[in-house]
């Protein structure tokens, strides 16, 4: 019984940490941005090319996501998106990147080079990819400023879609760890009350 207890306290309580903090440092889902060709962003800045803003009711390519962006606009070159914000990126906590990805509707293969901190991915889509969503944990070794951005390759007007992207800070496990060490101190000076 009193083991049952003692691994229903860990779990609430790791789940307690868990939520007290993770910190969401970054969201952006486009729903208030105005539909357009060739758009600029509110809390980006658009370079290399161009972006669209489409979603209900305007070349809506995947209803039910409100807004989100073409990463290649309407100019014949792809767009690169950057934040405004500038991460502040610090060894010790884990980064959660996380976005939303829809393929190309002109049945054609696309990518997109996507970077914070020391973190590079190309994400490459097939036609028939669909809606997927992705998320990767990112560190750091040391403490480094840094924005993110979305850097798409073609020259086509359409490429992949992009929406809801957020940037999480979670501490590493060591926390848990040494938090488990505690409570397990406190599990055996129980232990010993009862004997
Ligand atoms: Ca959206
Ligand atoms: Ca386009
Ligand atoms: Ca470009």
Request: aromatic share 10%; net charge negative; proline share 3%.
């Amino acid at each position: 019984m009193k083991k049952i207890l003692l691994s229903l306290m860990l779990t609430s309580a790791m789940a307690a940490s868990a939520s007290a903090h993770a910190s969401l440092l970054f969201e952006d889902n486009f729903n208030a941005e105005n539909r357009a060709l060739n758009a600029s962003l509110t809390n980006w800045t658009v370079s290399n090319g161009s972006i669209d803003v489409i979603g209900t009711g305007y070349f809506d390519f995947y209803p039910g996501n409100g807004n989100y962006l073409d990463l290649d606009g309407s100019t014949r070159n792809a767009g690169k998106i950057t934040t405004h914000t500038a991460f502040s990126l610090n060894p010790g906590v884990t980064y959660l990147l996380s976005f939303d990805l829809g393929s190309s509707k002109l049945g054609d293969t696309n990518s997109v080079n996507v970077s914070l901190g020391n973190f590079s991915e190309t994400f490459t889509l097939a036609p028939n990819a669909g809606w997927q969503q992705f998320t990767r944990s990112i560190t750091v070794l040391g403490e480094m400023s840094s924005n993110l951005s979305f850097d798409h390759a073609g020259a086509d007007n359409m490429g992949l879609m992009l929406d809801n992207v957020s940037v999480t800070a979670v501490p590493e496990p060591e926390t848990y760890a040494l938090m488990l060490a505690g409570l397990g101190l406190i599990g055996f000076s129980v232990r010993r009350r009862v004997r």
